[in-house]
């Protein structure tokens, strides 16, 4: 296959990066809103810290005492400075973000797979990865997609500081290791892994110690930081400091604790990191092998780290498989692209297959399935389509539907923004504390239609909505409140329809000010 110049061959990655952000403009323009449930509170990070500069706490969420913000704060950072300049909404900033970002992920992927194999594999791996089912999260405007644009350079360079003996490389990829841990909780464990695990590898190839060295240049740049970070907390903000020295790093949202797993079957591994992927990766790994490349075996050290991190409940430690997929991915999809390129080029050495037209259009079709099967990934009609998954079974919270549009809109022009919310349906009251900046509270299970106004008052509660969906049938035949856990909130139900027990649910002192199809908003 012939590319052409060399300039024209060392610019093939931007095709897969340019066909990220075309699969990706798709359901951006397909969807009024952000492809994510999350970006509601992110968006309201990002207003948070547009209005008040940097802080610990949300003060709409879990109203009036505020809710600590469990993220770190580049990504919203990022999206409220995006929305000030260009006074914009934060959800259409979001939202237009999606294209860039799918194709900045796909473009560092590339460009890592490129470095370490050459031309082809950076073009293959850019593929393989749009042909994954993960593209559905890889297109999601949140911060972990940030910390993917820079994880697998810093990952590169590492590798490079230790291939080519030289701290400089070191360096910039611990800078941007820096730049993850300011996105992401979860992208810092997975990568502070594969560094150990790259040093590892090397102290045993070499049978010497020397790199170590690099390892302490990756860490020195976090160090260095840090210790100029506290320095200039104490001066500025030294109420900041005293609330991370109290609370640990879960003050800045760096908490990782996790109280329950959520496994994945070989099945579903290979369904969701697509079979393209799957097959390439494995027929990298056995070139790999047989050539002895060490390359090679650190790539197939990355991919069994996070693997394992993937399965870490075999170990006794928590963890939601799914969420390391996408990492996992990574290496795979340039072990794939390492493979697709040995095929190409080795082709010429069977006669039968030696043509340059054969070779190039056996790329090329590989190249166009994997586009095909991204096509059909973005196109799905549950693209961008999530559900909390209470014992009742799924309820979709995510894109928001008319009603909760309207809701959203009603208190946008209507709701007192220093009195708070208190709702059946938490998934749609976030809806309506980030778009239309009122307090939400938690304690819905608290009051009923007998608690006193003094009680409402004293939360500072000024508005009761009601999901009239969320119902369920009686066990006993009475009306009762059922509470019922998912993912984020739980969620309750009434056992009967809402509207013709009102009077057990609402004090006669609240007066219904709106209503839509399937919600009742009474002002306290």
């Keep these: 296959m012939k590319f052409g110049r060399k300039n024209f061959k060392g610019k093939l990655i931007l095709i897969p990066a340019l066909a990220a952000f075309l699969l990706a403009l798709i359901p951006t323009i397909t969807h009024n809103w952000p492809l994510s449930w999350d970006i509601l509170y992110h968006v309201q990070y990002a207003k948070i810290y547009a209005q008040q500069g940097f802080t610990l706490t949300d003060p709409l969420l879990n109203a009036p005492t505020g809710q600590t913000i469990g993220y770190p704060p580049l990504f919203h950072l990022l999206l409220a400075a995006l929305g000030t300049v260009l006074k914009v909404d934060y959800f259409q900033i979001a939202r237009f973000m999606q294209p860039i970002i799918a194709m900045s992920i796909v473009l560092s992927v590339s460009y890592v797979a490129k470095k370490i194999y050459g031309e082809v594999a950076g073009l293959s791996a850019g593929f393989l990865l749009v042909s994954s089912y993960m593209l ?18 810093s990952v590169y360079f590492y590798y490079i500081s230790i291939t080519e003996k030289t701290l400089k490389y070191a360096v910039i990829s611990g800078i941007l290791f820096i730049l993850v841990c300011l996105s992401h909780q979860a992208a810092i464990l997975c990568l502070i892994l594969v560094i150990i695990a790259f040093t590892l590898l090397e102290i045993i190839l070499s049978r010497k110690i020397t790199v170590l060295k690099n390892f302490g240049a990756f860490l020195s740049v976090g160090i260095i930081l840090g210790i100029i970070g506290l320095i200039m907390l104490l001066i500025l903000k ?55 490349s060490k390359k090679g075996l650190f790539v197939l050290t990355w991919i069994a780290v996070l693997f394992l ?52 259009s056996f790329l090329i079709a590989v190249l166009s399935l994997s586009m095909f099967f991204g096509v059909l990934t973005v196109t799905n009609s549950e693209m961008g389509v999530f559900y ?36 059946n349906n938490l998934y749609s009251g976030t809806l309506v504390s980030s778009y239309a900046d009122m307090p939400l509270h938690y304690g819905f299970e608290y009051f009923n239609g007998s608690t006193p106004q003094s009680d409402f008052q004293k939360e500072g509660i000024g508005y009761i909505v009601l999901d009239k969906r ?9 009306f009762y409140l059922q509470k019922e856990n998912s993912e984020f909130y739980p969620m309750f139900y009434y056992t009967g329809d809402i509207t013709s027990h009102l009077n057990e649910i609402v004090s006669s002192f609240a007066k219904l000010v709106y209503q839509n199809q399937d919600f009742l908003v009474f002002k306290v």
């Design 136 to 153: 559905t999260r890889l297109v999601l405007p949140i911060p972990e997609n940030l910390a993917l644009i820079f994880l697998p350079l």
């Design 238 to 292: 030294p109420e900041l400091l005293n609330s991370i020295i109290q609370n640990g790093t879960q003050a800045i949202g760096f908490g990782t604790k996790l109280n329950y797993n959520k496994t994945f079957s070989g099945i579903g591994y290979l369904s969701h990191l697509g079979a393209l992927v799957s097959l390439f990766a494995l027929v990298g790994a056995v070139v790999s092998i047989k050539l002895r």
């Design 309 to 360: 991190l993937s399965k870490a409940y075999w170990f006794g430690i928590n963890v939601i498989s799914y969420r390391v997929l996408v990492y996992l991915l990574i290496p795979m999809v340039i072990l794939g692209g390492f493979a697709l390129s040995h095929m190409y080029y080795h082709l010429k050495d069977y006669k039968r297959f030696s043509s340059p037209r054969f070779r190039s």
């Design 388 to 423: 909390a998954k209470p014992a009742s079974g799924n309820f979709q919270i995510a894109p928001p539907t008319t009603s909760e549009v309207e809701l959203a809109g009603w208190f946008k022009s209507n709701g007192v923004k220093n009195e708070s919310i208190l709702t």
């Design 470 to 478: 969320l119902t369920l049938p009686s066990k006993n035949g009475t």
